[in-house]
């Protein structure tokens, strides 16, 4: 093979890999290997950025699920007619939210239709639900303080929450009979209760009155601690109950 065979041997590949179509000196064979090593130099640096976007999207995916997992529990029970429900939580959770839509559920007076807890609450009032009044009726709500929520859902040592003795008109509430409850828990915030509070008393502006459970106050703060902390607000004032 001559020097010019090979020459144009050389242009062609290089021409291949740049899509030209026009003849090269010997300059421009020169100017092409440049673009060739560019080329492939700028292909490999895209291809190594798609590749590590995707093994991080896929680790940080797997890492948000992980940490879903963690903290949001879903499950469902069926009633037994009682005043008490039970399922397992694999956390202990910071809220709960129990809901019943089961149509036989209108069926006897003082079922529960609702119930959502905030364990981690320092305000008054911790859970909220809502009951039958009457059998097909209309329905009833009421409250459950902080002091006392507790005592409404004990959590075992092998993660068993039950539900118990929620008052309701006329007696105590009751889960249906073969009625679905649909059970919603959830861990929202690894701070203490101690750091919670501060944080909440931090951000008040202006003034007001803030109402506090005693049980949290007392159990998170010493009275000197306490005394300090709401002094920051003297705009303020604090109803420990």
Same mark, same amino acid.
């Given at each position: 093979?001559?020097?010019?065979?090979?020459?144009? &041997?050389?242009?062609?590949?290089? %021409?291949?890999?740049?899509?030209? $179509?026009?003849?090269? *000196? =010997?300059?421009?064979? !020169?100017? @092409?290997?440049?673009?060739?090593?560019?080329?492939?130099?700028?292909?490999?640096?895209?291809?190594?950025?798609?590749?590590?976007?995707?093994?991080?999207?896929?680790?940080?995916?797997?890492?948000?699920?992980?940490?879903?997992?963690?903290?949001?529990?879903?499950?469902?029970?069926?009633?037994?007619?009682?005043?008490?429900?039970?399922?397992?939580?694999?956390?202990?959770?910071?809220?709960?939210?129990?809901?019943?839509?089961?149509?036989?559920?209108?069926?006897?007076?003082?079922?529960?239709? &609702?119930?959502?807890?905030?364990? %981690?609450?320092?305000?008054?009032? $911790?859970?909220?639900? *809502? =009951?039958?009044?009457? !059998?097909? @009726?209309?329905?009833?709500?009421?409250?459950?303080?902080?002091?006392?929520?507790?005592?409404?859902?004990?959590?075992?040592?092998?993660?068993?929450?039950?539900?118990?003795?929620?008052?309701?008109?006329?007696?105590?509430?009751?889960?249906?009979?073969?009625?679905?409850?649909?059970?919603?828990?959830?861990?929202?915030?690894?701070?203490?209760?101690?750091?919670?509070?501060?944080?909440?008393?931090?951000?008040?502006?202006?003034?007001?009155?803030?109402?506090?459970?005693?049980?949290?106050?007392?159990?998170?703060?010493?009275?000197?601690?306490?005394?300090?902390?709401?002094?920051?607000?003297?705009?303020?004032?604090?109803?420990?109950?």
């Amino acid at each position: 093979m001559s020097v010019n065979e090979k020459m144009t &041997t050389i242009a062609d590949k290089i %021409r291949t890999h740049t899509g030209d $179509s026009h003849l090269l *000196t =010997l300059d421009g064979i !020169a100017d @092409g290997v440049d673009t060739v090593f560019i080329r492939g130099y700028m292909d490999g640096e895209d291809e190594g950025k798609r590749v590590g976007y995707n093994l991080g999207y896929e680790a940080g995916t797997a890492d948000e699920i992980a940490k879903c997992v963690a903290k949001h529990f879903v499950t469902t029970v069926i009633g037994n007619g009682t005043t008490s429900l039970s399922f397992k939580v694999p956390f202990a959770p910071d809220a709960l939210v129990i809901c019943c839509f089961d149509p036989r559920i209108r069926g006897a007076k003082n079922n529960l239709l &609702t119930w959502t807890a905030d364990l %981690r609450s320092f305000g008054i009032m $911790s859970c909220r639900y *809502t =009951l039958m009044s009457a !059998a097909g @009726g209309s329905f009833t709500a009421g409250t459950v303080g902080t002091s006392s929520v507790y005592t409404h859902c004990p959590q075992a040592e092998d993660g068993t929450i039950t539900i118990q003795n929620i008052a309701g008109s006329g007696g105590k509430c009751i889960f249906a009979s073969d009625c679905l409850y649909i059970v919603v828990a959830v861990k929202h915030t690894d701070q203490s209760d101690k750091e919670r509070i501060t944080a909440f008393v931090n951000g008040l502006t202006g003034s007001g009155t803030a109402e506090m459970a005693k049980t949290k106050v007392d159990a998170a703060f010493t009275a000197e601690e306490w005394a300090a902390l709401i002094a920051t607000k003297p705009d303020w004032t604090f109803s420990v109950m």
